[in-house]
T-cell receptor
Framework: NAGVTQTPKFQVLKTGQSMTLQCAQD?????MSWYRQDPGMGLRLIHYSVGAGITDQGEVPNGYNVSRSTTEDFPLRLLSAAPSQTSVYFCASRKSRDTPLHYGYTFGSGTRLTVV | DAKTTQPTSMDCAEGRAANLPCNHS???????VYWYRQIHSQGPQYIIH???NNETNEMASLIITEDRKSSTLILPHATLRDTAVYYCIVRVNSGGSNYKLTFGKGTLLTVNP
């Protein structure tokens, strides 16, 4: 039981390049989400998914795409990277959207992305 | 969702109690107070939650005022490993929009030797 696995851990991109941040969980969680964390800004929700085939936008979705073809995987795509997307990205999962919050979230270890 | 206000940073001596305040004056009757913490470079970790009564677990205690407009997270004997950003979040327990959980800026607690 690996929990939430994010790859890569570090990535440097040039402006305009595209890439996909991978997130996989093996806990059969229905709900998965992506956050970005910038210095002094806390964690901000980018996109989330309440189940396979269902995705929706969070508070900062611009510049990012997601899909959820399986329960296990929730990749985050940057179509044309910009320096403003330099951040630490966390993937998180919960059993379902209605799981009481005190059961908490399971977070991945993060991906540190730098766009130059 | 009720907004929360926390100090930007606090210091605490190792072995002493750390008291982290949170104001949530617009909290609704069905909203809980949750505390998470984020140790450097890791994802947030759930600590404790409460509705009206004070709560205690193996990690911390949560004191909620009678009018529920503020609360205090207490780490009774802070260690260097408790240095982290602590987030106070007010949400309903389940359902609603609580799945769109967003973490504010939190309080950076630095435990000094």
């Amino acid at each position: 039981n690996a929990g939430v696995t994010q790859t890569p851990k570090f990535q440097v991109l040039k402006t305009g390049q595209s890439m996909t941040l991978q997130c996989a969980q093996d806990m059969n969680h229905e709900y998965m989400s992506w956050y970005r964390q910038d210095p002094g800004m806390g964690l901000r929700l980018i996109h989330y998914s309440v189940g396979a085939g269902i995705t929706d936008q969070g508070e900062v979705p611009n510049g990012y795409n997601v899909s959820r073809s399986t329960t296990e995987d929730f990749p985050l795509r940057l179509l044309s990277a910009a320096p403003s997307q330099t951040s630490v990205y966390f993937c998180a999962s919960r059993k379902s959207r209605d799981t009481p919050l005190h059961y908490g979230y399971t977070f991945g270890s993060g991906t540190r992305l730098t766009v130059v | 969702d009720a907004k929360t206000t926390q100090p930007t940073s606090m210091d605490c001596a190792e072995g002493r109690a750390a008291n982290l305040p949170c104001n949530h004056s617009t909290i609704s009757g069905n909203e809980y107070v949750y505390w998470y913490r984020q140790i450097h470079s890791q994802g947030p970790q759930y600590i404790i939650h409460g509705l009206k009564n004070n709560e205690t677990n193996e990690m911390a205690s949560l004191i909620i005022t009678e009018d529920r407009k503020s609360s205090t997270l207490i780490l009774p004997h802070a260690t260097l490993r408790d240095t982290a950003v602590y987030y106070c979040i007010v949400r309903v327990n389940s359902g609603g929009s609580n799945y769109k959980l967003t973490f504010g800026k939190g309080t950076l607690l630095t435990v000094n030797p």
